[in-house]
């Protein structure tokens, strides 16, 4: 029975499969045939006269050239390399300097901004999340999108606005598509958002999430078991107090925990006005 070949797919359905594939976004004006460059590869160079061919071994394959932010750097010096600089970074204006200028995380060449931080770095709270999204990769600004938004009512639940709290992430680039950052990835940027955290020196730390929580305060369960309990958070000059809360954009899917995240809210009031006095 012969088969009815699949009608080639519309141009309306290619496109909806990118989006699903997390591809929303264009990272230049002209598109770039990938398959063609490695048709392009140059033939490997003509053997030196006099050299003697060894049939046991092949001449080393020739590389594509690869524009140089596209080249892989090593993940252990790329740890080593944020680690030393996030360390020698005196301010918050310096470390910002230093993201801006450090390569060692391949998601800054896909992404539009860095994300660095919003509010005010003299707030006695900070809150940390994941990564940016689409929203916060235009504008620059963490949680400006819906998350944002929910975020910003959580904090006003504790009586405060982005006047008065401070917010980042523990990646500070879009992964493309709003991908889970890689643990690789999570790796190299920790020692930015710890310098971060330590310059901004709040009394209060809320993680937001899972990812959050595991990179900062080293828990290995879900955020079901390690929310709303105080935790020791260790600067290396200070320990500050540390609570994991559900992400803002979990409580936007299952609105049912918001009962839950409110009483973390009512603890961090409490602790902010302990530390107060
Ligand atoms: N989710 C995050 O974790 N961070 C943002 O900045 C926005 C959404
Ligand atoms: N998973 C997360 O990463 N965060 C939440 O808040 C809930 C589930």
């Given at each position: 029975m012969a088969l009815t070949?699949?009608?080639?797919?519309?141009?309306?359905?290619?496109?909806?499969?990118?989006?699903?594939?997390?591809?929303?976004?264009?990272?230049?004006?002209?598109?770039?045939?990938?398959?063609?460059?490695?048709?392009?590869?140059?033939?490997?160079?003509?053997?030196?006269?006099?050299?003697?061919?060894?049939?046991?071994?092949?001449?080393?394959?020739?590389m594509p050239s690869v524009p140089r932010s596209e080249i892989a750097v090593a993940p252990d010096a790329a740890i080593a390399s944020a680690r030393d600089a996030a360390r020698m970074a005196p301010t918050l204006e310096a470390l910002r300097e230093l993201l801006e200028t450090f390569d060692g995380c391949a998601l800054k060449h896909t992404a539009t901004k860095l994300v660095f931080a919003d509010g005010n770095p003299e707030a006695r709270v900070m809150f940390v999340g994941e990564a940016p999204g689409r929203d916060e990769d235009i504008e620059g600004l963490p949680f400006v999108g819906r998350s944002g938004k929910l975020l910003d009512r959580m904090i006003a639940a504790i009586g405060l606005d982005r006047g008065k709290a401070y917010i980042a992430n523990v990646i500070p680039w879009r992964p493309p598509g709003n991908r889970t950052p890689t643990p690789q990835e999570t790796q190299i940027c920790l020692p930015f958002i710890q310098r971060q955290i330590e310059l901004v020196n709040p009394d209060v730390l809320v993680t937001l999430g899972n990812p959050s929580t595991q990179a900062l305060l080293g828990t290995r369960e879900g955020i079901m078991r390690t929310r709303g309990k105080w935790v020791d958070y260790d600067t290396g000059t200070r320990t500050i107090r540390a609570i994991a809360t559900f992400h803002p954009a979990y409580l936007l899917r299952s609105p049912s925990y918001k009962k839950m995240t409110w009483l973390d809210l009512r603890a961090i009031a409490k602790a902010l006005a302990a530390a107060n006095m």
């Open positions: 070949p699949e009608p080639a797919p519309t141009l309306q359905q290619l496109l909806a499969f990118y989006l699903e594939a997390g591809v929303d976004c264009a990272l230049g004006d002209e598109p770039i045939n990938r398959l063609a460059e490695v048709d392009a590869v140059p033939a490997p160079a003509a053997p030196r006269p006099g050299a003697a061919l060894n049939p046991l071994r092949p001449p080393p394959p020739v």
